[in-house]
């Protein structure tokens, strides 16, 4: 009889689909339909979830919970903090980023649990404090948008992999920087933008050659420096023009 317990529930299963997307995205190539069908179409389930029950939070009216949910949802809150602990310690031995990202999502599941947990424990005091008898469908409203960012963060994670993102601090994209910056025909770099998209990375960059070198010349050395560039960084697209 408790919404918010139920809520909690999707909760949780929100975000071990926000786990499972993440997974994909490191299986699957960037431009593999399936796979972005599969995200979007997870990502707008647990959307739709967390609209629909704010909405039947807010229809449904005043619902006293039993009391033995309270004992629920403490067992709930100790299994995930364990679970959540155990999965860190795991995730650290072993070095395993999958197992750490999954104690990390425990843990906020943990928070809401707790929030489920203060809510049943006030809606027991709703006959001192009348007010209390709305705990549940406050619980449930914050729970929900829980939910809701959670389908939110799923799907523009998979609209970022196919339209793209501009990156500005990346190792190696430095050491392309300086690469070619260290060739003795170029004078320097005039603009350089690198975008990410899925596992790729676009780079491109305008550079500014020697005055005295022919068109011929010039045409080579950019070739040379994408030729090596390529062989080098196998998931970088590079473009360089002349400025």
Same mark, same amino acid.
């Given at each position: 009889? +408790? @919404?918010?317990?139920?809520? /909690?529930?999707?909760?949780?299963?929100? %975000?071990?689909?926000?786990?499972?997307?993440?997974?994909?995205? +490191?299986?699957?190539?960037?431009?593999?339909?399936?796979?972005?069908?599969?995200?979007?179409?997870?990502?707008?389930?647990?959307?739709?979830?967390?609209? +629909?029950? &704010?909405?039947?939070?807010?229809?449904?009216? $005043?619902?006293?919970?039993? @009391?033995?949910? *309270?004992?629920?949802?403490?067992?709930?809150?100790?299994?995930?903090? $364990?679970?959540?602990?155990?999965?860190?310690?795991?995730?650290?031995?072993?070095?395993?980023?999958?197992?750490?990202?999954?104690?990390?999502?425990?843990?906020?599941?943990?928070?809401?649990?707790?929030? $489920?947990?203060?809510?049943?424990?006030?809606?027991?005091?709703? /006959?001192? &404090?009348?007010?209390?008898?709305?705990? %549940? @469908?406050?619980?449930? &409203?914050?729970?929900? *948008?829980?939910?809701?960012?959670?389908?939110?963060?799923?799907?523009?994670?998979?609209?970022?992999?196919?339209?793209?993102?501009? =990156?500005?601090? !990346?190792?190696?994209?430095?050491?392309?920087?300086?690469?070619?910056?260290?060739?003795?025909? $170029?004078?320097?770099?005039? /603009? @350089? =933008?690198?975008?990410?998209?899925?596992?790729?990375?676009?780079?491109?960059?305008?550079?500014? !050659? /020697?005055?005295?070198?022919?068109?011929?010349?010039?045409?080579?050395?950019?070739?040379?420096?994408?030729?090596?560039?390529?062989?080098?960084?196998?998931?970088? &697209?590079?473009?360089?023009?002349?400025?």
């Amino acid at each position: 009889r +408790s @919404m918010s317990l139920i809520v /909690d529930g999707v909760h949780t299963f929100a %975000d071990q689909s926000l786990e499972l997307v993440t997974i994909s995205n +490191s299986r699957f190539n960037k431009n593999d339909r399936l796979k972005h069908f599969l995200n979007i179409f997870t990502g707008s389930v647990v959307l739709i979830l967390g609209l +629909s029950f &704010i909405y039947l939070a807010l229809s449904r009216g $005043v619902v006293i919970p039993r @009391m033995r949910l *309270l004992g629920i949802s403490l067992f709930t809150i100790v299994f995930k903090y $364990v679970l959540s602990k155990y999965l860190m310690e795991k995730g650290k031995l072993y070095n395993n980023s999958i197992l750490v990202n999954d104690a990390k999502q425990s843990n906020k599941d943990v928070l809401s649990s707790v929030i $489920v947990f203060i809510a049943l424990i006030l809606m027991t005091l709703s /006959d001192k &404090i009348e007010y209390f008898k709305y705990a %549940d @469908m406050a619980a449930s &409203i914050i729970v929900s *948008l829980f939910v809701i960012y959670t389908g939110f963060v799923i799907i523009s994670r998979d609209l970022t992999e196919i339209f793209g993102t501009k =990156v500005d601090n !990346l190792e190696y994209i430095n050491n392309i920087r300086s690469f070619i910056e260290n060739n003795r025909n $170029v004078i320097g770099i005039k /603009d @350089m =933008v690198t975008h990410k998209y899925g596992p790729y990375y676009e780079v491109r960059c305008d550079i500014i !050659l /020697d005055n005295n070198l022919t068109l011929k010349f010039a045409n080579e050395v950019v070739k040379y420096l994408e030729y090596v560039i390529r062989r080098t960084y196998k998931d970088v &697209i590079i473009i360089i023009n002349i400025a």
